[in-house]
């Protein structure tokens, strides 16, 4: 297979339609710089597929197209095509002539075309793939692809054996294997954690489920256990109705034979009460009379410890003041003994000190002397020295400039001659890197414009996707509080249902007295109360059996009521008929202000007649915070007439009745059932419209987010394409403006050197050479002479100087340490006669301040005798009131003893006519609560075989245990069964979803496996013919030496390859260590190993010859014709050996400026 033609038309500078044939052998491209020969290698790369413009030399590809010259229009598309004669079928179709065409229109549409067919760009690329064709193959070798060969470019040299080799093909099918792996691994997490989350809700269902069933099977344990309970119940309220009666009689009897007795026992309290306010009138009259004495003998008594703590005081005072006298006299005896003493070393010192004086004056007047001769002939000597020292640096200079200027003219010559040639070296590179750096900017600025448009764009579509996932993930949260709540609803609206028609039985919905009186009687008082839910437990209680009762309106109907309720057999009804009387809560508001309560009267809300009653039946009941208080006050309700009752229902008349706890098996009283069931089934149903209202959210949420999705992929996929471009042409843009920057800066600096040298060349011919090196000699010899009497003089002088120096400071060192001495016993002197002055006055201010100290004492001492008996008279005084007092209070004590026991008495009075009222009350009332009940126990029985529920435990403990059972299981979620049933099929689907993906995973790793095989034999045999193919050429080229080819790494298919040679003569290693022409030998040596593995059917060179020799250049030349054989060569050269070597000249000219033309030679 070889290159036959190509047909350009359009492309770059060949605006005509020209078709160049090719010979089979070696074809030599020739012509002057610029006159389009790289645009036709551009050609052959650009129509086998090249989307690189960095590639094409150019900034768009749109600029390939014909841009028009003065004389030309620009064109509107390029066209190029190329013919492949292919006898020996190495490309997998089934033509031997195949013509491969591309074209691009301005607008920028392209296409490609296989023998007039349109075909992909894929097509083309699978086609030419393991045979060395294509736009990054080895096919067209350029210079610079050599130089990436020889600096060490591991890909470089990667690519070019993968090739040869044949194993792209394995590693593009791993590559594919390897991505479509990866994926299948992100697939698989991903279904892992829906899995792992969908599992997770099945459980939670699953426990649902069973919660569900369980309350199901406890729901009717309970119902069986109920009726067994029922009918037990029925049984013994049967069995209380009898006795009730005839204890009604016996407890009215009682109550009036109390009535008397509490009478005259009352009478009794209010006799002892006036004596004991009289008595307490008494008594507060004598207990100011004491309290008055009492204050007079504190006052006494004070002022007699204050006088006798000052007498100490002073007696303290006068003991310590003759201790300091003692002291001080024996101090100022010692003062004065030490002031004789310092007073004659003073006088001692004074007398020595003028002699030190005089001889230290003596001392320095010879100093001075001495010093002023020696500083003369030291100044004498350093003049000599400075003299000699300047004169030996004038010989030394003469004789270095004669030498240095002589050397430095003929260095600035050589160095002007090399700075004018690197110079112009330097501008041309210049000019070439500034265009190609313009050409550069403007690509680069709209790339960033166009990227940073996409990423604001990509950055909006994920806050705005991210923005609806939370807000579906917030709607999928309140769907599941939704449906929780409404479950917790429904089970509550059914819950107060069955307390509603167990607690009312004869004014239930649907019962005989609801239908004769629909509208003259009201629902219960408990259905009608308003109140807050803190306050339940204690309205229950206060009203009692209350609760059940009902408000007839017009009182005419209360005979017509009473015949139809004894018709009818139904028990007996509690009614308030009518209006209520005034509602007085006056007494309770004040006790619950002393016992930190309220009136529970007050916490009724409603203007209705029931709320009306409400207040009326608890008008004199008051609510405490606990039973510890109901206790503490229960007395003192008693007595101010009110009941007590606490927030947990405990209550008490507070004359000794008090109802705590609750029956076992009682259903417990629920207040205000009809309103909270309204206002649940209100919530019921908004609810379900909410529910619907999320659920359609939510799907219109999820398609928001996916059309959002999508949209974030295109920009995402828009924005990778752009910052790849913009990477490479950043990278490109930068390259060239270091290397601009470099040359600029290179060029600067040899103009600035340039400048110099011939600055100093122009100094160094002005100056004329030194002639007075000869006086210089002789001036500096005689000066030496007389430079060493002076210093012998100086040296004497200095040793007397020094002598009479060192006795000077002797003697002013003796002198400064008298004077010193002197002032510190003069300082000392003077101190000790500042304290003996200070000792004599503080011992005279001692002596004047004990005598007044003395005659205080005295006047004090009289003052507390006198005091002592004041405070004597006034204890008498204080202790006969207080005997008075002490029998006032044995006389009160007496009556409040007596008034105590009577008080006892009266309640105990009150206490027994308040119990037997109550208990006629309540026994009037449990009569009727038990006949209402047996009516309602014995409908709910209705329908049942007793027969069925022999062997059922009536045991309310048991029934109690199954509500707090039911209870407990409470919220339940209805629809859990139906869930789970769903979510069981979703896990079922998730899991074979996992199967499969497991299954892909071990494919995928098996065919990695399989290909990493394959792709490695295949490598290692390759490799190795290479290798081998190598030495043989290179040898072959170098007349000996030798060269190989290294793996660095154990992994044949990813390791880096080095290359190594050694041209004959030297030892084998890094090409770094060879010439220029060496380096491409070897490098040629190499491509032709690879030919030799796999040839190429032809092979474009773009100037590879360039940096050889003249010897080189023949050895590649007869390198060319030994392989020219198989493969056919297209050589861009300017070098004529080659030239002269080829079996076909193509010259490429430009006789019109800016159009190429094309002239072959056949040269033989």
Sequence with gaps: MYLSSLDIFGFKSFAQRTRINFASGLTAIVGPNGCGKSNLVDAVRWVLGEQRESALRSERMENIIF??????????????????????????????????????????????????????????????????????????????????????????????????????????????????????????????????????????????????????????KAARVRAAIVLARVQELESQLEPLAGSLGDIRTRMEAETGELASAEAALMRLEGEILQLEEERRRHSGEFHAAQSRHQALAAEKTRLEEEVRSQVWRLEKNKDESKRLAGELESVERQGETAQADLAARQERFPGLEARLGEIRGSFTEVDNRYREIRTQTQAGRDELTRLRQQETEAIRDQERRAAQVRSLEERRADLAARLQEQESRLVTRRAEAESLQGVTEELTAQIHAVREKAAAQSREAEALRTAIREKERELDQNVSARSQIQFQIKHFQELHRRSSPLFAAGGPLAARYPDQISATLGDELVVDETYLKAVETALMAFNYSRVLDDPAQLEAVRDFISQEGAGRAALLVGDPPDVDIGRAREFAAQAGGEALAEAVAGG??????????????????????????????????????????????????????????????????????KELERQRREGEVRHREIG????????????????????????????????????????????????????????????EVDARLREAAAQPLDSDLPAIIERLRAREAEQRDREAGEAKVMDERESVRMNLERVQIEVERGRAELTRARDHFHGLARRRDDLQRRLKELSEENRSVETRLEETEKQVGEQSEKVTQAEQALSEIRRRLEDFDTGRMELQETQKLQNQRVREYRANLETYSRQVHETELRSVEIEATLREERRRLEGVDPAALEGEEANPEVLAQLERKILSLEPLNLAAEAEYNEQMARLQFLQDQLKDLDQAEADLQQTITTLNREARERFENGFGRIRENLQRIFQGVFEGGKADLRLTDDDPLESEIELMAAPPGKRIGSLTLLSGGEKTLTAISLLFAVYLEKPSPFCILDEVDAPLDEENTGRFCRMLKNFSLKTQFLVVTHNKRMMMEAEQLLGITMEEEGVSKVVPVKVN
Aim: aromatic share 4%; with cysteine; hydrophobic share 35%.
């Design 67 to 220: 841009g028009g010259t003065g004389k030309r229009r620009p064109l509107g598309m390029a066209e190029i095509s190329l013919t492949l004669k292919d006898p020996d079928g190495r490309l997998p179709v089934e033509f031997d002539e195949i013509t491969v065409t591309r074209r691009l229109y301005r607008s920028g549409k392209s296409e490609y075309l296989l023998n007039k067919s349109t075909c992909r760009l894929r097509d083309l690329v699978d086609m030419f793939t393991d045979t060395g064709i294509g736009p990054d193959s080895y096919s067209i070798i350029e210079l610079k692809m050599v130089e990436d060969i020889l600096s060490g470019n591991p890909e470089e040299m990667r690519r070019i054996l993968d090739e040869a080799i044949g194993i792209t093909r394995y590693k593009l099918r791993r590559k594919e294997a390897l991505r479509k792996l990866a994926e299948a691994r992100q697939d698989r997490e991903r279904a892992l954690d829906i899995f792992a989350e969908v599992e997770r809700q099945t459980k939670a269902l699953h426990r649902q489920v069973a919660r569900v069933q369980s309350y199901r099977r406890l729901q009717e």
């Design 608 to 677: 209705t007649r029931a709320a009306q009653w409400i207040r009326y039946l608890l008008q004199g009941i008051v609510l405490l915070p606990g039973l510890e208080e109901a206790r503490r006050w229960a007395s003192a309700a008693g007595e101010s007439g009110v009941a007590l009752v606490t927030p947990e229902g405990e209550y008490t008349d507070g004359r000794g009745v008090w109802i705590v706890g609750r029956r076992k098996g009682e259903a417990p009283r629920v207040l205000g059932v009809s309103a909270r069931m």
């Design 696 to 755: 359609e959210e939510i799907a219109q949420l999820q398609e928001e987010v996916r059309g959002v999705v999508d949209r974030l992929k295109v920009s995402q996929d828009s924005l990778k394409k752009a910052e790849q471009t913009l990477d490479a042409r950043t990278r490109e843009k930068l390259q060239l403006e270091a290397q601009l920057s470099g040359a600029n800066l290179l060029a600067e600096q040899i103009r600035r050197e340039a400048g």
